[in-house]
């Protein structure tokens, strides 16, 4: 089955940096990529998603890039504000089989200090 | 359009006792997925249904562990005999298709 990683597992930045999380998966077949946010005791929330026909997409202050070959994608947060600290999650999934189960990586934790 | 509603979004129970999580989906939403979260851990896949049909219950232990999604109503996780190690987060989430997940706001569900 697939298989995610997810690194790294805390993250600490400065106001107005900018945050990077990357994620590896193992099954080729996956082509839906999206990833959560959540918050303490929230529910994970989608914030941005990006499919294997593509290798960027940007919205805002988020973008998330796809490396097929690699089989890695990466979400970047630019100008950080305080609001971004939360639990981030990417997930792979195919859609293309009667499955669609997202396989979710474990975490980041993203700390973004005033 | 309402999203994913889950009840009861606390549930308490004592070792031994049944545990019935539900999950009414997002309407037109034909698919749903039940996730566990352990504390400050990550999601963990466990069932995928259609309405009257499990399509993945790989992830779904398979003793103790039941799931549904009738052709009227919400979809139910049943636990029986909960055990301590049952005490998890336990997150619906419903699709229209077969890419982008809404999830609910989830059931806490502390066994003492």
């Known amino acids: 089955g697939e298989n995610v990683e997810q690194h790294p597992s805390t993250l600490s930045v400065q106001e107005g940096d900018s945050a990077v999380i990357k994620c590896t998966y193992s099954?080729?077949?996956?082509?839906?990529f999206p990833w959560y946010k959540q918050e303490l005791g929230k529910r994970p929330q989608l914030i941005i998603d990006?499919?294997?026909?593509?290798g960027e997409k940007k919205d805002q202050r988020i973008a998330v890039t796809l490396n097929k070959t690699a089989k890695h994608f990466s979400l970047h947060i630019t100008e950080t504000q305080p609001e971004d600290s939360a639990v981030y999650f990417c997930?792979?999934?195919?859609?293309?089989?009667?499955?669609?189960?997202?396989?979710f990586g474990d975490g980041t934790t993203l700390t973004v200090k005033p | 359009n309402a999203g994913v509603m889950q009840n009861p979004r606390h549930l308490v129970r004592r070792r031994g006792q049944e545990a019935r999580l539900r999950c009414s989906p997002m309407?037109?939403?034909?698919?749903v997925y039940w996730y566990r979260q352990l504390p400050e851990e990550g999601l963990k896949f466990m069932v995928y249904?259609?309405?009257?049909?499990?399509?993945?219950e790989s992830g779904m232990p398979k003793e103790r562990f039941s799931a549904e999604f009738p052709k009227e109503g919400p979809s139910i996780l049943r636990i029986q005999q909960v055990v301590r190690g049952d005490s998890a987060a336990y997150f619906c989430?419903?699709?229209?298709?077969?890419?982008?997940?809404?999830f609910g706001p989830g059931t806490r569900l502390t066994v003492l």
């Open positions: 989430a419903s699709s229209p298709n077969l890419d982008t997940q809404y």
């Open positions: 099954d080729s077949a996956s082509n839906y």
């Open positions: 990006i499919r294997s026909n593509v």
């Open positions: 997930a792979a999934s195919s859609v293309n089989t009667n499955a669609g189960k997202s396989t």
């Open positions: 309407k037109g939403h034909s698919h």
């Open positions: 249904l259609q309405k009257e049909n499990i399509i993945d």
